[in-house]
C-alpha cells in the first residue's frame, strides 16, 4: 500500500520560513495536498493540487510537488500557525494521509 | 453556507456497535463524496473509507473492511458511518468530510469542508 512519511516535528522562530516535508514513491506525479489540524478543531485544508490555496487561507501558505516530495512552507510562520500538519494523496481509490508534522513557532 | 453537522458524543460498551450520521447543508449532496476520518487520543488522522452519496457506492480502507458500514439517505441529506464490534482502540474524534474531486488535468480528490466531529468512548 502507498505510504506517505513526514517529520515528526519542525520547530521555527516567528517571522521565519517552515518547510514541512512529505515523501512518497512518484507523489510528485499525484496531486499532494495539506490540511492544518488544531487541538479541538476539525482539520483545515491549507493547500490543494499541491499549489493552490483555498479561499482564506493566508498568503504566506504555499506548496509545492516534484520527485518523491511535497513541500509545505509558511513564510513569515505567525504563532497563530501552531498546530499539526497532514499530507495527503489519491491512490489506488484510496486517501492515503502522512503521519503528520507538529509544527512549534518559539 | 455549506456544512457538516455531526451527531453528539457517544459512549460504547466493547462489543457494541455506534452509528455517526452527518447531515450536509448548504450544497448539493449528492454530487460530493462524504469521507470519514478518525483521530485518536495523541495519534495522527486515519482515513476510514469514502461514499458517493448519488450511487451508494463505498471503498473502505483495508483496516477496516468488514468492520464499518458507510450508507446515506439522499431524502434528509445525510450520511451516515457505522463501526460494530467496538473496542478500546475505536476511542476516537470521528470526522465527516465534504470531498472535492474530478479531473484538472490530473485526478484530485480532497477534503474540503469538515465536520465538528464526533467524539466516541468505547469503555466497559
Known amino acids: 500500500s502507498y505510504e506517505l512519511t513526514q517529520p515528526p516535528s519542525v520547530s521555527v522562530s516567528p517571522g521565519q520560513t517552515a518547510s514541512i516535508t512529505c515523501s512518497g514513491d512518484k507523489l510528485g506525479d499525484k496531486y499532494s495536498y495539506w490540511y492544518q489540524h488544531k487541538p479541538g478543531q476539525s482539520p483545515v485544508l491549507v493547500i490543494y493540487?499541491?499549489?493552490k490555496r483555498p479561499s482564506g487561507i493566508p498568503e504566506r501558505f504555499s506548496g509545492s510537488n516534484s520527485g518523491n516530495t511535497a513541500t509545505l512552507t509558511i513564510s513569515g510562520t505567525q504563532a497563530m500557525d501552531e498546530a499539526d500538519y497532514y499530507c495527503q494523496a489519491w491512490d489506488s481509490s484510496l486517501v492515503v494521509f502522512g503521519g503528520g508534522t507538529k509544527l512549534t513557532v518559539l | 453556507q455549506v456544512q457538516l453537522v455531526q451527531s453528539g458524543a457517544e459512549v460504547k460498551k466493547p462489543g457494541a456497535s455506534v452509528k455517526v450520521s452527518c447531515k450536509a447543508s448548504g450544497y448539493t449532496f449528492s454530487t460530493y463524496d462524504i469521507n470519514w476520518v478518525r483521530q485518536a487520543t495523541g495519534q495522527g488522522l486515519e482515513w476510514m473509507g469514502w461514499m458517493n452519496p448519488l450511487s451508494g457506492s463505498t471503498g473502505y480502507a483495508q483496516k477496516f473492511q468488514g468492520r464499518v458500514t458507510m450508507t446515506r439517505s439522499t431524502s434528509i441529506n445525510t450520511a451516515y458511518m457505522e463501526v460494530s464490534r467496538l473496542t478500546s482502540e475505536d476511542t476516537a474524534v470521528y470526522y465527516c468530510a465534504r470531498v472535492s474531486s474530478g479531473y484538472h488535468p490530473n485526478y484530485y480528490y480532497y477534503m474540503d469542508v469538515w465536520g465538528k466531529g464526533t467524539t466516541v468512548i468505547v469503555s466497559s
Open positions: 493540487q499541491d499549489v
